[in-house]
């Protein structure tokens, strides 16, 4: 008898261990900005609360597009606290009906992502004013890029397109990377209208670990939109 009271009590205990956990949980997973006049930079804050009874602990916020940014007002939150993520959207260069994602990675157990949305639908500005000038315009066409699993100590890249959809000569005046790792060439840094080029990225994986995100911005002449950033994602994995 003595024997099943400290087993059922070994029990009890056990479960109140299991249930100490952190939850992660939002207001609202998805918000409409309506509609927008292409150009027009905007944010919303979505509400974020650890409704667990453990340490919450965000380990990183990533966004699908290279248009959307996302950061968490802070990244560890006790039992019934909350935070904010800010989302901002960049709506140059877009038009119409919208859809972008943001990922949420945090230590809860049984939600390890949690995914909120943006939606929107871009309208044309009225450019008419523009007609008869003549300007460059900078196309993307990768904003981001997934190098997935990785080994570390690899060096992996990637070749990205752009093009000028301008009517006047476009000048990349300078590119700049967000980590020492990552190394950026241009086929070129002047395109005709209509001409193409390309960007190689390469990021070396050196001594580094986990998912990491890394930047690369282009900065040109296009009046309308002088910097263009393209957002890399990779998961480093140790060596085998």
Request: one cysteine or more; charged letters at 25%.
């Amino acid at each position: 008898m003595k024997s099943l009271f400290f087993f059922l009590l070994f029990l009890s205990g056990s479960i109140a261990v299991a249930q100490n956990v952190p939850k992660i949980s939002a207001k609202e997973v998805s918000h409409d900005f309506g509609t927008l006049t292409e150009g027009e930079i905007v944010t919303h804050n979505f509400e974020i609360f650890n409704t667990g009874n453990a340490e919450l602990k965000i380990d990183q916020v990533r966004a699908s597009c290279g248009c959307t940014d996302a950061k968490p007002e802070k990244k560890i939150l006790k039992p019934g606290e909350k935070t904010f993520i800010k989302v901002e959207f960049n709506s140059t260069g877009r038009i119409g009906p919208q859809e972008k994602f943001v990922y949420i990675f945090s230590n809860d157990p049984k939600m390890r992502e949690l995914k909120l949305s943006i939606n929107c639908v871009i309208v044309e500005k009225s450019i008419s004013f523009q007609k008869n000038l003549k300007l460059p315009k900078l196309k993307l066409l990768q904003s981001q890029y997934d190098f997935g699993n990785v080994e570390e100590g690899k060096t992996v890249d990637v070749k990205i397109s752009f093009k000028n959809e301008g009517n006047s000569v476009l000048k990349i005046n300078d590119v700049k990377t967000s980590c020492g790792c990552t190394a950026a060439l241009l086929s070129n840094k002047s395109l005709q209208p209509g001409e193409t080029g390309n960007i190689r990225i390469e990021l070396d994986t050196a001594n580094r670990e986990g998912k990491l995100t890394r930047t690369v911005t282009i900065y040109t002449n296009d009046p309308e939109k002088a910097s263009h950033t393209i957002t890399l994602f990779v998961n480093i994995e140790k060596r085998k």
